[in-house]
């Protein structure tokens, strides 16, 4: 009979290795995570700014077919039929679609769900950064149209008509 001396042979693996292991793929789902996030922040700004770019050509169409701007929810939702990608836009505060109305301008806001926002201006007849911060509760200037947004208490995504504000979307 033969007598072995020294280590058993043993299958599997340590646990350092197993911790290893785990670490490794711990750090490319981070990558993965933050590297998706982006991308998908990028896909949420661009189809905010087509919706507005969109709505806001549909608005100028309105205004060349009856020489005014609309003035309420029914115009812009019926005759304009403004239409919004709602999954990107931020729902996290109140006032994240608006549409602001002076007699011979407007501007259409819109915040991102990556935080950005966004604007259409009839001055300048296209998609730029929203210049400030979005706030909560607080007036706001719409862009190029000098339209305050100073009314509180409204809930979910809104547009301002002068100075009333009712669902939109």
């Given at each position: 009979m033969?007598?072995?001396y020294g280590w058993k042979n043993k299958n599997g693996f340590t646990i350092v290795e197993l911790l290893i292991v785990v670490v490794v793929i711990a750090i490319l789902a981070?990558?993965?995570i933050v590297s998706f996030n982006g991308i998908q922040n990028r896909a949420n700004?661009?189809?905010v700014q087509s919706d507005l770019r969109i709505?806001?050509?549909a608005i100028q169409q309105y205004f060349v077919t009856q020489s005014s701007y609309p003035?309420?929810?029914t115009q812009l939702r019926d005759t304009v039929k403004l239409k919004v990608n709602k999954s990107a836009v931020s729902?996290?505060?109140p006032n994240t679609a608006i549409y602001c109305r002076a007699d011979d301008k407007f501007s259409?806001?819109?915040l991102s769900k990556s935080g950005k926002?966004?604007?259409y201006s009839s001055v300048i007849g296209g998609v730029a950064e929203y210049p400030s911060s979005w706030s909560n509760g607080s007036a706001q200037l719409c862009p190029d149209s000098g339209v305050l947004t100073t009314d509180t208490g409204y809930q979910g995504v809104w547009l301002r008509v002068n100075d009333a504000w009712s669902t939109w979307l």
């Open positions: 033969a007598v072995m981070a990558i993965t700004d661009t189809s709505n806001g050509s003035v309420n929810s729902t996290s505060m259409l806001v819109m926002g966004y604007y």
